[in-house]
């Protein structure tokens, strides 16, 4: 039997069979690893988004409590003062009562600040700015928000406008209704 009818791998067979397997598994890890990124900032950008979503409907729920809210303005201002009805439990049952409610943005620090009388409710900086309008509409009154939310950590100039206008259940059917406390005496005690 001579050393040409022995089976075997070649020393060149064996390099190119490693090299292909080197070459997969390299594929296979860099799938892996870029499926992982993708994973991880799309569940930061959820949660983001999550966080973006409570702030603004506790924005919209206090303003359509709101019992008044400023006058109508052309321009938009970082902070909005109302007052809002509160239900308070009490030895007769639950009594509304009104609260203040201040919401201000700090374009220093880029934080969202909300506080119902001494209590702060909001203190977040998702956003890049925040603005408020009011005004009127068919005799009606609301409030537009204005968010400015930087698209993503990489290029944080990049931003997205979203824009809510919110009215307050009680002016807009009291302007509706007029039997529905009409008499400044009946309203409910400021705290």
């Given amino acids: 039997m001579s050393i040409r009818d022995k ?3 070649t020393l060149v067979e064996i390099i190119i069979a490693v090299s292909l397997m080197v070459v997969m598994m390299g594929g ?4 892996f690893v870029s499926g992982m990124r993708q994973a991880g900032s799309g569940s930061e950008k959820l949660a983001s988004f999550q966080r973006l979503q409570i702030v603004t409907e506790i924005l919209k729920d206090s303003l359509r409590e709101s ?3 400023p006058k109508s303005s052309d321009s938009y201002s970082d902070s909005l003062k109302f007052t809002k009805f509160l239900n ?4 007769k049952g639950v009594t509304p009562k009104t609260r203040d409610v201040e919401y201000s943005f700090n374009n220093e620090e880029h934080k969202l600040i909300g506080k119902y009388g001494s209590y702060e409710v909001i203190n977040t900086d998702l956003f890049n700015n925040v603005q408020f309008k009011s005004y009127k509409l068919l005799g009606k009154s609301f409030v537009r928000l204005k968010f400015n939310i930087s698209k993503g950590k990489k290029n944080p100039s ?8 919110v009215g307050s259940r009680y002016l807009n059917t009291f302007y509706a209704k007029q039997s529905w406390f ?3 005496e009946i309203l409910p005690e400021e705290e």
């Avoid at 296979?28 to 799938?31: L, P």
């Fill in 7 to 9: 089976k075997g791998y």
């Fill in 28 to 31: 296979m890890y860099f799938f």
């Fill in 67 to 69: 019992v008044e809210l």
């Fill in 88 to 91: 308070v439990a009490g030895e």
């Fill in 158 to 165: 990049k931003t997205i406008t979203v824009l809510h206008s």
């Fill in 182 to 184: 009409p008499n400044k």
